[in-house]
Each structure stands twice: as structure tokens, then as C-alpha cells.
């Protein structure tokens, strides 16, 4: 199945012209699901495995890159020819005990129809002998001229025949799972569902005396597990399914076979408890790496021993090819919505140079293909609007302000709302102040002002650090290792003071490293009163040896000090090929690398006392340090 995979990808490929095309609209799409999903190779032949063999399928990975694809992918490859219609019959000696029939996909409506037939040719002699019995009772009553009595038994007799009624019809089966005219196995999205949509159940039944009652058979309904039979069922974020809902879906993987009964205790419907119904499914679970957490143990270790666990890339290498695969992609989503113009191929390429950003990571392209549909969409609309015969690169760029995400429209009204207050400024200098930078959401930049003020300590022992601004626990490791650091490259003796450090506004907490170089500069600022340049922003995390080491989402961050008005920007060194800022940024900020907390003082730190702390600490990070370590002591032997 596997070459056959290859052969199909390598025959597909040689219909696209990635070369020499004008538009999108000169790619073609191809037809199957699993031929459409996009940098996820290991993944695909995984399933195609996973398919021939009929094994369990656990998929984890970030939102949006493919894993309800590759589940519907899968459906595609199973053999539709084992599809079966499943009937329940009425038990005629234990009515609360339903009898399950299998047969083969569309013999089921025939069979049901048959029964109506059937029923039908009764239910009219019935009530052909009813018409006898009540003309013959109003003609007796009319000779014998007794007409009160003769209607009234008329109606007696009526009433009697129509509570009658419905045991004629009680042998009809129900169609409990219909695949008629199916080409494909059944792919059931069981994402979410309770207990009684997954599992089956049994409907509620308000006449359940006088013989108005619903036969137990017609109210039996089939859960997802019995409809995905000789299918797949997909459950996303499987962790979050109870742990009782969870232990009955493994009982069910494992038997293939699974009763229906009421989910409800308090329901006419738990007395009623069907035959075992068919449920030889294929499940394809998916989640993020936190929902193992939640996640039954034996329901895993099934996965795991009859099937495969699969993690998903969430970015893929920037090459030709893979760039040719967004190509396609774009031409999919196009087909897909049915609603929007093709892009140009300036388009295509704005599109590929999104995806280079938001990969955030160098030579890399994103996975997360529902996030760049949905720019995709956005310039299509917006293409749409205009009458526009092609989406163009002035489309895209107009989609990338429309379709911000919620993250980056709260960024932005935040440094709208400081710079109204002035939470933080954007030029002049001042001692303890710096203006640090942050990541809310998924990529969005946000300007993180924090301020540092040097006091006599209040302990006798030593002074502290103490950081306000609900932080996190690495964060708060970050705090604490920048006074070593000082310690260190500054030879500063801080057991004196009590160092308060303060994230304004920070009301949404603050979480990671990358602000360890502004905490830095901001606590060596007020301690040596030398003033921070208000128009610099910083970011990156530190070593305690005063390395200054790559941290994530640079390209958000220094996009979010330009719009706050940042005349310069310093990062890691490290990150330097991560940069991948739009034009509109490019003359307004200037992007300074740093390898070093002397190169970050360098940058940030104005004014009288500069110089001398530099040099400073230039000549005491050149020494190497002695009398740390204690000679060692031998041994003690007991």
C-alpha cells in the first residue's frame, strides 16, 4: 500500500506545472482526501498502514494541521464492499430485549419495506372487519329501532379496535444503520458527543400502558459507534470524554460488538437492552500533547499495542517542493469554498511569504493550514468585493488586517491604551525602566514595560528579589537567576539591597524566559543609576553566564515595538535568521542583534556612567573566577 501511495503522490505531481503557471486556477486539485493533506508525509503513510490492516490511529498535534484530513483520508481507503445495513427486530418473548439482523449495505430498506407490505395488507382487513362489526351493530339497532344503544355500541367497538391498532404494526423492523448507495466507508465525527449519541440509546417512552406504548424495538437509536461500522470513528480531544464514556468505547473497540440500552437511569428506556449491534470500527483519536493527560490508560495502551501513535509536524522545511505543496494548498481551498476568485501567482507567492512567518522559526514553512486558509479566504472576500477577476498581492496584504487574530487585535488596542496613559514611552532615557516584549496568543507581539527599583534590604541576612506582575514558574526562575548574573558581570554586591521588579499592567500574567535580558537591564540600571533609552525594546533569554540565547517569536515582537513606535530592537543573535518582519516595518525599526549581556548594556544604557559600567564588566567577565569551589574533602567512610 505504501508504493502504491508513492506511485499515486509521484503520478500527481507530474500533472502540476508549478513552474509556469499564472493563477491557481492552473492547478489541479486532486480528488482524493489523502492526496490533498499537506507536509504531513510520515503521517500519510502511517495511515495508508494503519488502512490495509485495519489498526487504531492516535494522532497528536497543534490545532489546524490536518488531523480530521487524514481521519476522513483513512475512511477513503477502507473497502466499502464489507458496508452492512443493521436491523432491530421486536422480541416476541422479551419484549425489553430487541433482536439485532445484519445484512449486507442496501438489502435493509428492502427488507423493511417488505414488512410494511405486509403489515399494511393487515391493518386493512382489520379494518375491513371493523367496518362489518360496527355497520351490522347500527343496522341491528336500526330494525330493532334501538339507535342510542346501537351508536353507543358502535362506539364501544371502535374504541376497542383502535386500541388494537398498534399491534399490527409491532412486527415491522426498524432500519437501525442504513449504507445504501454508500461508495466509502462511514467516517462518523463523534468529536464532543455524550454518552448516548456515542454509545446508542433508547428513547424515552411517555404512554407506556394501555397499550399505547412505542414497542421497545422503534425506540432503540444507533450511537456512532455502531453507524462507523466496518468504518472510521474520529474523536478529537479524546481526553476530554469522560472516563466511564472512554472505558465503554474500549470495551466496544475490542468486542467489535456493542448492546444498546438507555443512557439515561431514570428513563423507561433502561429497562430496554438490545442484542449486541455490530461496531467493527477503526478509531482515529487526536489531540494536543495535554490531552494524554485525560486519557484512559487501557483505551491508550490498545492504541498503542493494535495500532500507532503518530506525532504531527507543525512546520515543514522551506524547499521548492514544499513551497510547490502551499501552491496546491491555496488551489484547494479555492475549490474547496467554491465562493472566491484564484490568486495571481504574486499572490501565491505573499501567501508562501505568510507562511515563512508564521512558521517562526528560520527556513521553515507552517503546518497549520486552517489558520492560512482562513487568510486565504479573507483576500478571496475581499478580491470578491472589489468584482476582482484574481486575488492579487494587494488583496492578500489588505486580508492580513482584516483577518488578525483576537490576540493581535488586543495587542494592538493595549498599545493604543499605554501610549494614551503612558505606561510606557517610546523616547528620552530614565533609570530602572525598560521596554520588554512578549507573545500573546500564538505569534502576536505585545510591548511588556517592566520597571526595577534598587532598596536598602530589609533582612539581615541578605536582600531579595522581588517581582510583581502574576508571573509564572519559569518566569520566576528567570527573576532569580538574573541576580547571580549581576553578581557576576557587574561585581555588584546586592546582598544589600532589596531589588523590586515590576511588569506593568501585567493583568493577564507572565509566563517564559524571554524576558530575562529586560529584567537584567532594568535591576543593573537602577542599581548603578545609569538610565535605560526608552526608544530600545528588548528581548531574550539569559544564561547565568550572561549569554544571551534564542527565545520564540521574534518576528511578532519587533513588529509590535515598531507599531508602538521603537526606534531599535535588540534579540538574540541566534534568532537573527528567524527575522521575517513585513515591508511596512522594515524602514521603521532597526533590528540589532546580541550575543552577551555587555552587547545588550551597550545598546540600551545612555548617558553618564555607561562607559565605566561596561568597561567594568568587560574586565571582570575576562577574569576567570576563583575560590568558588572549596577544596574537596576526602571521603568519610563509616
Not at 12 to 27: A, N, Q, T, V
Not at 31 to 60: P, S, Y
Not at 413 to 425: A, E, H, P, W
Given at each position: 500500500?505504501?508504493?502504491?501511495?508513492?506511485?499515486?503522490?509521484?503520478?500527481?505531481?507530474?500533472?502540476?506545472?508549478?513552474?509556469?503557471?499564472?493563477?491557481?486556477?492552473?492547478?489541479?486539485?486532486?480528488?482524493?482526501?489523502?492526496?490533498?493533506?499537506?507536509?504531513?508525509?510520515?503521517?500519510?503513510?502511517?495511515?495508508?498502514?494503519?488502512?490495509?490492516?485495519?489498526?487504531?490511529?492516535?494522532?497528536?498535534?497543534?490545532?489546524?494541521?490536518?488531523?480530521?484530513?487524514?481521519?476522513?483520508?483513512?475512511?477513503?481507503?477502507l473497502p466499502p464492499e464489507e458496508l452492512q445495513d443493521i436491523l432491530v427486530y421486536p422480541n416476541m418473548e422479551d419484549n425489553h430485549n430487541p433482536l439485532i439482523g445484519a445484512m449486507p449495505a442496501g438489502e435493509g430498506k428492502k427488507v423493511v419495506m417488505n414488512y410494511k407490505i405486509k403489515a399494511k395488507g393487515q391493518e386493512e382487513k382489520k379494518n375491513m372487519f371493523m367496518m362489518v362489526i360496527i355497520g351490522f351493530i347500527i343496522i341491528v339497532g336500526f330494525i330493532l329501532q334501538k339507535y342510542l344503544e346501537a351508536i353507543i355500541a358502535a362506539g364501544i367497538v371502535l374504541l376497542v379496535m383502535m386500541q388494537m391498532k398498534p399491534r399490527s404494526t409491532v412486527m415491522v423492523p426498524k432500519l437501525l444503520v442504513n449504507n445504501e448507495s454508500k461508495n466509502t466507508a462511514p467516517f462518523i465525527d463523534a468529536t464532543g458527543s455524550h454518552a448516548g449519541a456515542l454509545l446508542g440509546d433508547v428513547r424515552h417512552d411517555p404512554y407506556q400502558s394501555g397499550g399505547l406504548g412505542t414497542p421497545a424495538h422503534e425506540r432503540v437509536e444507533a450511537g456512532m459507534i455502531h453507524r462507523s461500522n466496518k468504518g472510521v470513528l474520529y474523536v478529537d480531544e479524546i481526553g476530554t470524554l469522560k472516563m466511564k464514556t472512554q472505558q465503554e468505547l474500549l470495551t466496544a473497540m475490542q468486542e467489535k460488538k456493542y448492546s444498546i440500552t438507555g443512557q439515561s437511569e431514570t428513563s423507561s428506556g433502561a429497562m430496554v437492552r438490545s442484542q449486541e449491534v455490530p461496531c467493527d470500527f477503526v478509531l482515529v483519536a487526536s489531540g494536543n500533547l495535554q490531552v494524554l493527560e485525560g486519557m484512559h490508560i487501557a483505551l491508550r495502551s490498545r492504541i498503542r499495542g493494535y495500532g500507532y501513535e503518530v506525532f504531527m509536524?507543525?512546520?515543514?522545511?522551506?524547499?521548492?517542493?514544499?513551497?510547490?505543496?502551499?501552491?496546491?494548498?491555496?488551489?484547494?481551498?479555492?475549490?474547496?469554498?467554491?465562493?472566491?476568485?484564484?490568486?495571481?501567482?504574486?499572490?501565491?507567492?505573499?501567501?508562501?511569504?505568510?507562511?515563512?512567518?508564521?512558521?517562526?522559526?528560520?527556513?521553515?514553512?507552517?503546518?497549520?493550514?486552517?489558520?492560512?486558509?482562513?487568510?486565504?479566504?479573507?483576500?478571496?472576500?475581499?478580491?470578491?468585493?472589489?468584482?476582482?477577476?484574481?486575488?492579487?498581492?494587494?488583496?492578500?496584504?489588505?486580508?492580513k488586517k482584516l483577518a488578525r487574530t483576537l490576540e493581535?487585535?488586543?495587542?494592538?488596542?493595549?498599545?493604543?491604551?499605554?501610549?494614551?496613559?503612558?505606561?510606557?514611552?517610546?523616547?528620552?532615557?530614565?533609570?530602572?525602566?525598560?521596554?520588554?516584549?512578549a507573545i500573546i496568543g500564538d505569534r502576536s507581539g505585545i510591548?511588556?514595560?517592566?520597571?526595577?527599583?534598587?532598596?536598602?534590604?530589609?533582612?539581615?541576612?541578605?536582600?531579595?528579589?522581588?517581582?510583581?506582575?502574576k508571573l509564572g514558574e519559569i518566569a520566576k526562575e528567570a527573576v532569580q537567576n538574573v541576580s547571580a548574573l549581576i553578581k557576576k558581570n557587574t561585581g555588584t554586591d546586592i546582598s544589600n539591597h532589596d531589588i523590586h521588579i515590576q511588569f506593568l499592567q501585567a493583568y493577564d500574567g507572565v509566563e517564559g524566559d524571554s524576558a530575562s535580558v529586560s529584567i537584567a537591564t532594568a535591576v543593573v540600571s537602577a542599581l548603578e543609576n545609569v538610565p535605560v533609552d526608552q526608544s530600545v525594546a528588548l528581548t531574550g533569554s539569559l544564561s547565568v553566564r550572561g549569554d544571551v540565547m534564542p527565545v520564540g517569536g521574534v518576528t511578532g515582537k519587533i513588529e509590535a515595538a515598531a507599531e508602538a513606535g521603537m526606534k531599535k530592537v535588540l534579540i538574540p543573535a541566534a534568532n537573527m535568521d528567524d527575522v521575517m518582519i513585513e515591508e511596512r516595518y522594515k524602514n521603521k525599526i532597526e533590528v540589532i542583534p546580541v550575543e552577551n549581556m555587555s552587547d545588550v548594556l551597550e545598546h540600551a544604557l545612555i548617558g553618564n556612567g555607561k562607559e565605566g559600567l561596561i568597561e567594568k564588566m568587560k574586565k571582570i567577565t575576562d577574569i576567570v573566577p576563583k575560590g568558588i569551589l572549596q577544596k574537596p574533602h576526602k571521603p568519610v567512610t563509616h
Open positions: 500500500m505504501a508504493n502504491s501511495n508513492s506511485n499515486s503522490n509521484s503520478s500527481f505531481k507530474e500533472k502540476l506545472d508549478f513552474r509556469s503557471y499564472k493563477s491557481s486556477g492552473d492547478i489541479d486539485v486532486p480528488d482524493r482526501i489523502i492526496d490533498q493533506i499537506i507536509g504531513q508525509e510520515e503521517a500519510v503513510e502511517t495511515v495508508f498502514k494503519a488502512a490495509k490492516q485495519r489498526r487504531n490511529v492516535l494522532l497528536i498535534g497543534e490545532p489546524g494541521i490536518g488531523k480530521s484530513m487524514l481521519a476522513k483520508g483513512m475512511a477513503e481507503l509536524k507543525d512546520s515543514m522545511q522551506d524547499t521548492p517542493e514544499n513551497r510547490d505543496k502551499l501552491v496546491q494548498f491555496i488551489a484547494q481551498e479555492v475549490k474547496k469554498d467554491g465562493r472566491i476568485p484564484h490568486f495571481s501567482r504574486e499572490a501565491v507567492a505573499e501567501i508562501i511569504r505568510e507562511a515563512q512567518r508564521r512558521a517562526g522559526k528560520k527556513d521553515s514553512l507552517t503546518l497549520k493550514l486552517r489558520d492560512l486558509g482562513g487568510l486565504v479566504r479573507a483576500a478571496g472576500d475581499i478580491a470578491k468585493g472589489e468584482g476582482a477577476d484574481s486575488v492579487t498581492i494587494a488583496h492578500v496584504i489588505s486580508a493581535q487585535q488586543i495587542a494592538d488596542r493595549y498599545i493604543v491604551q499605554r501610549k494614551k496613559y503612558s505606561v510606557f514611552k517610546s523616547e528620552g532615557s530614565e533609570v530602572g525602566r525598560v521596554n520588554g516584549l510591548l511588556l514595560p517592566i520597571a526595577a527599583e534598587s532598596a536598602p534590604a530589609q533582612s539581615k541576612d541578605e536582600g531579595k528579589i522581588i517581582a510583581t506582575g
